[in-house]
């Protein structure tokens, strides 16, 4: 079982859903939920990569959020 604790932990865990909300909506043009809409998921990868996305970056939102999680990825402190 993993648990992800402290702040490192819960931003890893935004992360890795925040990735996989994305390529959702990329693959299938699903969103997650209803307040996922794809303007709020590339702002919120944008707070975590420090990139800033354009409308229709999901591919790049999603290799960059890929790299930050292999790069400073956390399950806690």
Not at 9 to 16: E, K, L, S
Not at 27 to 53: S, V
């Amino acid at each position: 079982m993993i648990t992800f604790s402290g702040p490192a932990g819960v931003t890893t865990y935004r992360a890795i859903t925040l990735k996989h909300g994305l390529q959702l909506y990329a693959n299938h043009k699903i969103k997650p939920n209803r307040l996922w809409t794809p303007t709020n998921m590339l702002r919120a990868a944008g707070e975590i990569t420090g990139e800033t996305y354009g409308r229709g970056c999901y591919r790049q939102a999603i290799a960059d959020l890929t790299t930050w999680i292999n790069a400073n990825g956390s399950i806690g402190d």
